[in-house]
């Protein structure tokens, strides 16, 4: 923020106290435009990964897997591009072959902190983190799903190809073992907060596992503030083929409580056909926003263009997301004011980068 206007630096230090839940590439995605809202943000992450270079970590180190959190914390940090390539600079064969320098510096933090998430925190002065990152829990849990045939399998990372071989949806997920404890942190973070979002991401495996955590529903029902999901572009093969954007939402309160968030945000915006035809391979497909499921319902629906090409995928732009996110904010539950004239200022200046 140092090359601009200092009503927008001042905006940016006193924005809305944001927090992010989730997990993946949806939530490290969305952290890189919130980063210019405010400076407020916390970032709370699921930490049932089991597979690849986190999974190797956390079954070698005993620790929570760092991939999502090293996501994050990239996507929060204020770092010189040689430093942002080092931390995401991935090994090819040999003994570190598949893990990122990310991971390993944070494992090798684990190692001489006394806990995790106080490894965490030293990651954050490393990196000059624009806000906190931290496991919703640091308890060593796995995701189990469960199948609408009764099949069972233990294992995120073995979801996708079991629910593949199943051929019909998932039924429910639960970590095993049930209800851990969340980190105290965290919990005073969400009751805190003054915006709330959850997602977007992976709506079994990057978004409900933190649910599932002992205390975080009720923290977010606690909370005095606005409460939105984010809902994905796409659907996910392995995961939510079929999946409408109600059926996302049907999804997040079965697996928490009624009440929990009161707006969905949504893409409106067109993806092209060539990204369209490669998702179709993968029995992906863009995520219907059935308008009339919404109506009358608790959950309200708004639609927004948040379409952004990254790699030939199909994602949020980060910047559009910010914008749409804060806009919701000011209409919906605007601060008093000189921070709700902060907020307009920040938002037309947004505006004016889209």
Not at 104 to 113: G, K, M, P, T, V
Not at 143 to 169: H, P, T
Not at 210 to 220: K, T
Not at 251 to 275: D, K, M, T
Request: net charge negative; proline share 6%.
């Amino acid at each position: 923020m140092t090359n601009t206007p200092g009503y927008i630096r001042e905006s940016h230090l006193m924005g809305p106290r944001i927090v992010a839940i989730g997990g993946g590439t949806g939530l490290s995605t969305m952290l890189r435009g919130l980063k210019e809202v405010s400076a407020n943000i916390t970032a709370i992450v699921a930490v049932s990964d089991d597979g690849g270079s986190s999974g190797y970590l956390r079954h070698d180190r005993s620790m929570p897997p760092p991939g999502d959190i090293r996501n994050c914390m990239m996507a929060l940090a204020n770092t010189e591009p040689l430093m942002e390539q080092l931390m995401n600079y991935r090994f090819e064969g040999g003994a570190f072959g598949g893990h990122s320098f990310g991971n390993l510096l944070l494992a090798a933090l684990n190692d001489i902190s006394p806990t995790f998430d106080q490894a965490v925190e030293r990651m954050h002065d490393v990196l000059a983190v624009t806000g906190r990152v931290m496991p919703v829990t640091t308890s060593d849990v796995y995701l189990e799903a469960e199948f609408e045939n009764g099949a069972k399998v233990l294992g995120e990372s073995k979801i996708f190809n079991f629910k593949k071989a199943q051929d019909c949806r998932i039924r429910c997920v639960r970590l095993v073992p049930q209800s851990p404890p969340a980190l105290p942190s965290a919990l005073k973070a969400i009751r805190e907060a003054e915006y709330i979002v959850l997602g977007p991401g992976s709506i079994y495996t990057s978004v409900i596992p933190n649910l599932l955590v002992d205390g975080v529903v009720d923290a977010i029902m606690d909370a005095d503030a606005l409460k939105v999901y984010v809902c994905n572009v796409m659907t996910q093969e392995g995961e939510s083929e079929g999946y409408t954007a109600h059926d996302h939402v049907h999804e997040l309160i079965a697996h928490s409580r009624e009440g929990l968030f009161q707006y969905c945000l949504v893409n409106n915006a067109p993806v092209p056909p060539e990204i369209l035809e490669r998702y179709r391979s993968e029995r992906a497909e863009y995520i219907e926003v059935d308008e009339t499921a919404f109506e009358g319902g608790a959950v309200e629906l708004i639609a927004r263009p948040l379409f952004g090409k990254q790699h030939n995928y199909a994602r949020h732009n980060p910047r559009s997301l910010a914008y749409e996110l804060l806009r919701l904010m000011v209409d919906k539950k605007p601060r008093d004011g000189e921070l709700g004239s902060l907020d307009n200022c920040m938002l037309s200046w947004l505006e004016g980068r889209l």
